[in-house]
């Protein structure tokens, strides 16, 4: 099989006695979870958070960077586009592998990858936020004598704020789900206890690290989607 | 309020704009002089250039040629951005900030010149009373999404009175209601600008609104030049040629009665004076000359009585005089 | 770092593993797609045209997206063993969400007014879906159907964690490889990918109908 996929017997501690469930390897048992959450759930899960932080944060930044230039200069729509629809393309396996020669076997690594996933939907999400706010709103404030500054930051951006909400929220959770394959590079992230009980199948852990992973990643959708109605009070306005 | 104080004259000084890759210009030496307090409304077919005449003057088009003045200062002394925070500016899709709340969008030109808080809030507060918003608290805390159109013009027009600017610019404001919301609106704004005094430059395509809005009317003719500016009596008795004669159509003599109404009929007889079979229609002193024609036709009959205030009849006008408006002695 | 020029001395020394590789990933891309498009783009066709579903189509969206690979071949360990069904099943379940739901935006989407003229003209409903709306709707169905291309070419790569074969054989096993065959066969999977991208792109536009051509370039690889 793999190179990476270290194998042996899942790693059951046996506190003199072990469950039923855990004998017959049942769907899911609960009591060796919880057991097993400090030690291994746990942990995973907040490396698997810290993770998709850092991309989503790094990525939102030189993103939202990237679209303001490409919204004063529009010809960079078209190059930023496509570099960003390039590195999305990639399998993230196979993004991790090529470097891993030069970064090594590091967050770093998984930080690069994930990054680069994150951009074209950040790019996106801001750029089209901004190409839709109406050209009679952006007339009127120009010609009431707002400066190219506060007609972006007062009236362009609160109006893309959707836009980039939705982006954030899809960036989001396709990065959560990702960060899983890190685990093949760092022995982090909620993608190590399922690497770790492939070779042994043991039901309860990957389930329940796949459950985290998904939930983990709804969790933070709903957040993302809070706030973003929190910001954008007109919205909700009807007549 | 102090609007009544602050207004100015508007002076376009062979004013020409030429836009580049065209030979023709949009606009050729339009040299006009709007009084302090007059409302002017710049009208015209398309390519007359009336839009690009109002644009000339906040500077969202720049002048190839001549000058225009605001006061007694030129408008390329003081840089663009201040420029146009000193005139109001209101257009058609009112492009209110769908973002913003009714208060912050009136607000908005007085907080970018940094007025306090409080003084801006007053402010607002001051303005949706004069454009019939009303009671404020109602309507301060909503987003354009939850207004109508005639609603939203109105937010419109109090957000370019905001920062009490000496000049107003309208650029086909009412273009997108529908009649009959049009006409309320046209009838509330004649009463602001009448109660603020600011000078205002109205564009419209719509020759019936600028002969109802307008103190004078400049026609502008497609080359961008100007056919004729007057008042809208003088134009309709008087074309200065047969551009204008043709704009303003063959009803003109009919628009011009629409400026008179039955109270400005002087000497007229008792209201038992009626002629013909069919009995004259009684219509309050405000109807316009021409509907009371319109009504006596519409009755077959040779003319209308004017009811007083008390609601009964004073007087008879009959068709002669809707007609000539003048007595035969002071012809 | 010495990985990458080595890695092309490689290529040519192994195009034969490197194809065979190649070959089993794609077919375990492609059959995973078409039983995915089977069902998929039907009941978006249907769900769409009927204008019902939305909730439940963007609720399998959300959870389709946020349901990690990996963990999705692992749990299949358990209930399917390992093997090519196994990875199977699981690129199948990855591409239906996105191949259903645009799909139904795509045919949901399209202007009411545009249908209801259709219909006063006496098209059938049948006729209707397949000569306004799937037309009119082209660009965005093909737009799914690359999402989920992309999606299935890059998670078949973990195939090799299942026993499922793949180029993922050999980009999970420095061991046997070294960092040369690695990064080789890390650069063989994503111009893979690209390719795939590409093609589809490519087929969608010379699909399209001319007059809906410009609506290709709004629609693309991106899930929206």
């Known amino acids: 099989m793999s190179g990476f996929a270290p194998s042996g017997d899942p790693i059951i501690p046996d506190y003199g006695e072990v469950s039923d469930c855990v004998t017959n390897n049942d769907f899911f048992c609960t009591d060796w979870f919880v057991q097993q959450w400090p030690s291994v759930f746990w942990p995973a899960l907040l490396d698997h958070i810290l993770m998709t932080v850092i991309a989503i944060v790094v990525g939102f930044a030189i993103a939202f960077t990237a679209a303001l230039v490409a919204h004063r200069r529009k010809w960079l729509t078209a190059p930023f586009s496509m570099v960003t629809t390039f590195l999305y393309t990639l399998p993230p396996l196979a993004l991790f592998q090529l470097l891993v020669p030069i970064t090594g076997l590091s967050l770093l690594t998984v930080e690069i990858a994930l990054v680069a996933f994150t951009l074209v939907l950040l790019f996106r999400g801001v750029l089209s936020g901004l190409l839709a706010v109406p050209d009679d709103v952006k007339r009127a404030a120009r010609g009431m004598g707002l400066s190219s500054q506060q007609v972006l930051w007062r009236v362009e951006m609160p109006l893309a704020m959707p836009s980039i909400i939705s982006g954030l929220r899809i960036a989001t959770v396709l990065t959560v789900s990702i960060a899983t394959i890190a685990a093949f590079v760092v022995d982090a992230g909620l993608g190590a206890p399922i690497l770790k009980a492939i070779s042994s199948p043991f039901n309860t852990q990957f389930i329940g690290a796949g459950a985290l992973a998904v939930l983990l990643a709804f969790l933070l959708d709903g957040i993302l989607a809070l706030t973003g109605r929190a910001l954008t009070p007109w919205t909700k306005a009807s007549r | 309020m102090t609007d009544a104080k602050n207004t100015s004259t508007i002076v376009f000084d062979r004013a020409t704009k030429i836009y580049p890759g065209s030979d023709a210009p949009a606009l050729d030496g339009l040299s006009i002089e709007v009084r302090a307090g007059e409302l002017v409304c710049l009208v015209g077919p398309s390519g007359g250039g009336k839009t690009t005449a109002l644009q000339l003057v906040n500077r969202l088009v720049d002048l190839t040629s001549g000058d225009i003045r605001i006061g007694d200062r030129s408008i390329t002394d003081i840089p663009a951005i201040e420029l146009r925070r000193t005139i109001g500016y209101a257009i058609q899709q009112s492009g209110l900030f769908p973002h913003m709340t009714v208060i912050d969008n009136i607000g908005i030109v007085p907080s970018v010149l940094g007025w306090e808080k409080t003084r801006v809030r007053d402010r607002a507060h001051e303005l949706l009373e004069l454009v019939g918003l009303t009671p404020v608290p109602e309507w301060a805390d909503r987003y354009p999404s939850q207004l109508s159109g005639g609603q939203q013009q109105r937010v419109g027009i109090a957000r370019a009175l905001a920062a009490d600017p000496p000049v107003m610019l309208m650029d086909e404001p009412f273009g997108a209601l529908d009649p009959i919301t049009r006409t309320t609106v046209q009838d509330e704004f004649l009463h602001v600008q009448r109660t603020v005094g600011k000078t205002t430059l109205f564009v419209t395509h719509d020759i019936d609104e600028a002969i109802k809005m307008g103190d004078r009317i400049a026609i502008l003719k497609p080359g961008g030049l100007l056919a004729q500016f007057d008042t809208p009596e003088k134009l309709l008795t008087e074309p200065a040629d047969d551009f204008v004669a043709e704009f303003l159509g063959q009803e003109r003599g009919l628009k011009r009665l629409s400026l008179y109404t039955l109270s400005d009929l002087d000497d007229l007889a008792s209201a038992d004076a009626t002629t013909g079979r069919a009995p004259w229609p009684a219509l309050p002193a405000d109807t316009t000359v021409r509907n009371a024609l319109s009504l006596a036709a519409a009755h077959g009959a040779e003319g209308v009585r004017v009811l007083g205030e008390d609601g009964s009849p004073i007087a008879a006008a009959p068709l002669s005089r809707l007609v000539h408006l003048q007595s035969e002695e002071s012809v | 770092m010495d990985a990458f020029p080595k890695a092309f001395p490689f290529m040519v020394d192994n195009v034969g593993l490197l194809l065979e590789k190649t070959g089993e990933h794609l077919w375990l891309s492609l059959v995973a797609l078409v039983v995915s498009a089977v069902i998929a783009v039907p009941l978006g066709l249907w769900l769409g045209h009927v204008h019902k579903g939305e909730f439940l189509a963007v609720s399998i969206t959300n959870i389709g997206r946020a349901l ?157």
């Open chain 3, 68 to 224: 990690p690979s990996l963990a999705l071949i692992a749990i299949l360990i358990g209930l399917v063993g390992i093997g090519f069904l196994n990875v199977l099943i699981a690129l199948i379940l990855l591409a239906f969400p996105p191949m259903l739901s645009y799909t139904f935006v795509a045919i949901d989407s399209v202007d009411r007014d545009l249908t209801r003229a259709a219909r006063g003209m006496g098209l059938t409903p049948m006729q209707v879906l397949f000569r306004t709306e799937i037309p009119l709707g082209l660009p965005m169905i093909v737009s799914g159907i690359r999402t989920a291309t992309v999606l299935v070419v890059s998670s078949a790569t973990l195939a090799t964690v299942a026993g499922g074969g793949g180029l993922g054989d050999i980009i999970l096993n420095q061991v046997a490889y070294g960092m040369e065959g690695v990064v080789a066969a890390a650069l063989w999977v994503a111009v893979l990918s690209i390719l795939a991208d590409q093609l589809i792109g490519l087929l969608g536009r010379l699909l399209s109908p001319r007059g809906v051509r410009h609506l290709t370039a709004q629609a693309d690889a991106v899930p929206v």
